[in-house]
């Protein structure tokens, strides 16, 4: 079947500019997660989706950054007014649930590149 | 709080060869552990995993078993090709954390012929 898919693959954009970044995670999978890697920081974790609710938003690196998901499904990650920090390939993944045991996997998809000019 | 720290790379290696990549972890409560491979162009996919100490994860010809007493998940491979060539990361997942995954910060992985 289908895996993660996000959009767009590679995205330019000027300082100062607002910028979509989308995800469709995998059918049926409730949970969604973001993750952004950068080289300065790894990869880290930016937020989590159970459904359309998003109880953990505790790595969005500041207000500049907001994320949506509607009808259980697509999720849009926003960065307003760009920064140049912000360039970084940002992933996005999905899972069956994030409760019910240990052993649910995290499907990733093949991120969008960010690059701030 | 929670992290995950795995040694530096790049790691060159020749074909054949063995390897060890280190990763040990610091947590709250008790994790699942995790070693993701990123293949050059592709996107991060699940090499293995243990969920309990003393588990050995296992796929590829790579292993790694969770040790809980040196909080330590090293991945190994006995004999190492160059389409092995790929970044590794370690991480770690709290359970009742929602899930959410702890990488490292990756090692990247040279096979030479």
């Known amino acids: 079947g289908a895996g993660v898919s996000q959009s767009p693959s590679n995205k330019v954009t000027e300082k100062g500019k607002d910028v979509e970044l989308r995800c469709d995670p995998i059918s049926g999978h409730t949970a969604l997660y973001w993750y952004r890697q950068s080289l300065g920081q790894g990869l880290e974790f930016l937020i989590y989706?159970?459904?359309?609710?998003?109880?953990?938003k505790s790595g969005l690196p500041s207000d500049r950054f907001s994320a949506e998901r509607t009808g259980g499904s697509v999720s849009t990650l926003t960065i307003q007014r760009t920064q140049q920090e912000d360039s970084a390939v940002y992933l996005c993944a999905s899972s069956p649930s994030s409760t019910g045991g240990p052993s649910y996997e995290q499907y990733f998809g093949p991120g969008t590149r960010l690059t701030v000019t | 709080g929670n992290s995950v720290t795995q040694m530096e790379g790049p790691v060159t290696l020749s074909e054949e060869a063995f390897l060890t990549i280190n990763c040990t972890y610091t947590?709250?409560?008790?994790?699942?552990l995790f070693w993701y491979v990123q293949y050059p162009g592709e996107g991060l996919q699940l090499l293995l995993k243990a969920t309990k100490a003393d588990d050995k994860g296992s796929n590829k010809g790579f292993e790694a078993t969770y040790r809980k007493e040196t909080t330590s998940f090293h991945l190994e491979k006995g004999s190492v090709q160059v389409s092995d060539s790929a970044v590794y990361f370690c991480a770690l997942r709290i359970s009742g954390g929602y899930n959410k995954l702890i990488f490292g910060a990756g090692t990247r992985l040279a096979v030479h012929p």
């Open positions: 947590a709250t409560g008790y994790p699942s």
């Open positions: 989706f159970q459904g359309n609710s998003a109880p953990d």
